[in-house]
């Protein structure tokens, strides 16, 4: 599997070429439409966010402390890894800079409808800031099966991904098979030998660009440089059947009638929103 780079295709080659196969891909220059394009730098939010905090590894830090954290961050000693603010919640006011939030790509996207922003469903807008040497902590998929576009807005992001059928040689953990036992950045092979067969694929995501990931798609990400990015996520009726299911899981570790709640407001939210 390759991952292509994209300029600016439509939404009709988009679906046909890589969301309906769901292939990752990268776009050039889809959050041109955002305000947020570049605008974020770590002095920009010095200037105006400087004081809000967020917590990072059970420590708070200010937006200043994390700029200055990750712009002294090397490969030997890095900053904490990821920092990240929930954008709606602790930084609202840019949420009119990511608009539209589904750069005219991530199209139909029933999270974006009111019956889904009630409650939480798995889906988050956030900002991530990370310095060189920073990992994400773990090869994951993201949860409730839904697709992943992450922003580069700032800095170089190295991803990896993997193609889809080598679950096995992944290892998921057995009671969260949404995350890899393996460290795939110092595997043990002697633990892990399955791994020895898969085949990661490592690509860098610049300042400007846009990944896609398509739900059900194993990755991790490191950071090459001073970065900031804004993720969010995507529903439709692609992905609906494996959201449901993800639904049932993990409301049934809350109880029965849970479960039961809030499957059923999903499957009629899927209606709704379909029609």
Same mark, same amino acid.
């Given at each position: ?10 939404? =009709? ?21 955002? =305000? ?131 679950e096995d040689m992944l290892y998921p953990k057995p009671d969260d098979p949404w995350h890899s036992e393996l460290d795939i950045f110092n595997p043990d092979f002697t ?10 694929? =490592? ?73």
């Amino acid at each position: 599997m390759e991952i292509q780079k994209v300029g600016d295709i439509s939404h =009709k080659q988009f679906m046909e070429e890589f969301y309906l196969p769901g292939k990752p891909c990268v776009f050039k220059s889809a959050s041109k439409v955002w =305000k947020a394009n570049g605008t974020f730098t770590p002095n920009w939010f010095r200037k105006h966010y400087p004081d809000v905090p967020t917590e990072v590894k059970g420590k708070t830090y200010t937006m200043s402390q994390i700029m200055d954290m990750v712009e002294n961050s090397t490969e030997a000693s890095p900053a904490p890894y990821p920092c990240v603010y929930h954008i709606p919640t602790q930084l609202p006011a840019l949420m009119d800079m990511l608009k539209p939030l589904n750069m005219n790509y991530a199209v139909p996207n029933w999270l974006e409808h009111s019956w889904f922003q009630r409650g939480y469903w798995g889906s988050a807008t956030e900002m991530f800031i990370g310095g060189p040497g920073g990992k994400f902590p773990y090869l994951h998929l993201d949860y409730y099966h839904l697709n992943a576009w992450i922003n580069q807005l700032y800095g170089d992001k190295q991803f990896i991904v993997f193609p889809k059928g080598q679950e096995d040689m992944l290892y998921p953990k057995p009671d969260d098979p949404w995350h890899s036992e393996l460290d795939i950045f110092n595997p043990d092979f002697t633990k892990y030998p399955k791994y020895k067969d898969a085949t990661p694929i =490592k690509f860098v995501v610049h300042a400007g660009e846009s990944l896609f990931i398509p739900a059900g798609t194993w990755h991790t990400a490191y950071s090459l440089s001073p970065t900031i990015s804004v993720a969010f996520d995507q529903l439709n009726e692609k992905n609906f059947k494996a959201f449901l299911k993800d639904v049932w899981v993990f409301k049934r570790r809350e109880g029965l009638a849970k479960a039961i709640g809030a499957y059923t407001y999903a499957w009629m939210g899927g209606i709704v929103c379909n029609k």
